[in-house]
Nanobody, 124 residues
């Protein structure tokens, strides 16, 4: 059974940092692109960041560039999202996703596997 399990969410003050983790199991994800998406209350789910299977190529939505960093450890089947300088508008449920044999995409339809999400709340 394929599973993606996110962790590391929580409540943080504006300007603070959080590190999200996504542990994958049930298949080998080392050849998959991995992505992070988020959904704020009352809004549609949106792309945040993606990383190619090798970790050599990364992609970000403009609103998080320079503040968030996506990385992966294929030996641990884990992908990370380091979030710095957090803002109240970053408040959302954050989802991890896997794009089987993909190269990294901002489009949700490209991702076959999804986690359940972890809540990130940034207070002002």
């Amino acid at each position: 059974q394929v599973q993606l399990v996110e962790s590391g969410g929580g409540l943080v003050q504006a300007g603070g940092s959080l590190r999200l983790s996504c542990a994958a199991s049930g298949r080998t994800f080392s050849r998959d692109a991995m992505g992070w998406f988020r959904q704020a209350p009352g809004k549609e789910r949106e792309f945040v960041a993606a990383v190619a299977w090798s970790g050599g190529s990364t992609y970000y939505v403009d609103s998080v560039k320079g503040r968030f960093t996506i990385s992966r450890d294929n030996a641990k089947n884990t992908v990370y999202l380091q979030m710095n300088s957090l803002k109240p508008e970053d408040t959302a449920v954050y989802y991890c996703a896997a794009d089987a044999y993909g190269s990294g995409s901002a489009f949700q339809r490209e991702y076959e596997y999804w986690g359940q999400g972890t809540q990130v709340t940034v207070s002002s």
